[in-house]
């Protein structure tokens, strides 16, 4: 199957995935003819509530009645289809406060339709910092459990006020066992969903100091989506152990300032915060913006290290500002001996600015397959790598920048992977691989393939004046360079 031919597969299984949503809309609207004539009280006994069988007069927003509902002891909470406080049977609100063993759901995505509300001095649930719903554990040992929001559009206020940073549709801070699940996010300020690790003293907009940490979060078949550019990040993550971001749509957001679709970056001095056991499979990522990575890991050098993440069968296209569509920084060195398991397996991108930025730590990559990016990757920087395998295939990269991949300082490089077209085809410019700076060892260049079908790489490996090799533990191993001339020094070359 050709590049192209999977990608239309993949486009395939999405379409599917949202008839069957638009379905479920159908279903679900259905099934609210069995609630739409009782009394409240035998709503109570069925432990269904629909929100308009709550609605008063007093009420200043739908959120207003929804946590009223919730207050009330209701836990499995109706939205229906044209049963919001809106003209147009929408609902509005923000500062939802969500709580144990709470399940709110609506007809589907094209069906219930929640908006932000406008923050102003009129409206007392202005709180920006909170979300239009979120949750705030009362500390390491008493989160916030048991959540399931599904079927329904939340949208936010960037094309109505632009970029606001801490403006998020879903703010979570100490919640365990939560599903996300056949949501649309759109037009989001800040973050769609934010899992942080501090809860926010309401409307003053301070932390505290209580860590709460969140554990197995499940955000799956949703759509992340803006009409402008005037977002931060689709799923930020401050702090989750477990973690499963799967079959869901990321396309067109994100500010050029801010770091993509995916973020895991805990705050500085957030020294207990936990980033572990997470999955990110099966989704599809498109015209994302941003600065950094459409997935990315930045984490300061006080905080620990993500560990054990699997990145699998995700595809990457159309990147609409330079970037990669994976980034790495530590922001440290890596001692010896020590493997965060970052991996990245089978999957699929196209016409982008660069794949990789490993600037340090370790990871390991194998069965990817990358096509048309502008510039290579960047392998080592700021910090040494150290234990970084990679078997990928890799077709014309580097085609204005012409370098497939860079390598700088580190340790420990298994490049077991296949470059085609590499370069631009311009002397000084056509290079698959450039040891660039610094100094690397320990590097096993076994099963590296490259060739050059249409002459736009000249030189297999290239080694720049500024790079050392520490020879003796180098290895090429019979590499198969295409017949073009390479620099790499090794004791078997």
Known sequence: MTFRDEKKARQMSFNITRRTAALACVSLIGSTKLYANIPALDQAKS???????????????DADTLNRIISMGYRKIHLPRGGGSLSNGEYVGSGVV?????????DGIRCTVWNQAVAGQDNPHDMELNGVFFAEGRGVQSPVKNIWVHDLSVSGLSVRRGFSEHSHLFRLAGVADVKLQHIVFRNFQGDA??????????????????????????????????????????????????????????????KSTMPGAIDLEPNPGDI??????????????????????????????????PRDIMINDNIFSDRKT????????????TPPGVDYNINMKNNRG??????????????HASGNRWADYTEGSLIGGK??????????????????????????????????????????????????????SGATEN?????????????????????????KFKYMSNRLDNANLGGLPHFFAAPDV
Not at 99 to 105: I, S
Not at 293 to 302: E, F, K, R, T
Not at 350 to 363: L, P, R
């Open 272 to 305: 207990k915060s936990v980033i572990r056991n997470g999955k990110i499979s099966w989704n599809r990522f498109k015209g994302i913006g941003g600065g950094v990575g459409v997935i990315g890991a930045h984490i300061p050098s006080d905080c620990p290290m």
């Open 98 to 106: 969500l709580v144990d063993n709470l399940e709110l759901f609506g």
């Open 383 to 436: 910090f040494q790598f150290r234990n970084v395998s990679i078997a990928d295939v890799f077709e014309r990269c580097g085609t204005r920048g012409g370098n497939g991949m860079f390598v700088n300082s580190g340790s420990g490089l298994r490049l077991a992977s296949t470059f085609i077209d590499c370069g631009t085809g311009r002397p000084g410019a056509a290079n698959a691989v450039n040891f660039h």
């Open 322 to 333: 330079p970037g990669f569509e994976f980034y790495l920084n530590p922001m440290r060195d």
């Open 193 to 254: 969903v934010y899992l942080g690790s501090q809860a926010v003293k309401h409307r003053v907009g301070l932390y505290d100091n209580d860590v709460r940490h969140n554990n197995n979060v499940n955000i799956s078949f949703c759509s992340f989506v803006s009409e402008n550019y005037e977002n931060r990040n689709g799923v930020s993550i401050i702090d989750c152990d477990g973690f499963d971001i799967s079959h869901n749509d990321f396309r067109n957001f994100c």
């Open 443 to 467: 590097i096993n260049l076994k099963g590296l393939l490259i060739s050059s079908p249409n002459s736009k790489t000249l030189i297999a490996i290239q080694k720049e004046a500024g790079h």
């Open 47 to 61: 432990n269904i509530a629909r929100l308009p069988d709550f609605r008063n007069t007093t009420d200043i927003d």
């Open 350 to 363: 196209q016409n982008g600015s660069s794949v990789y930025h490993i600037a340090g730590g370790t990871f």
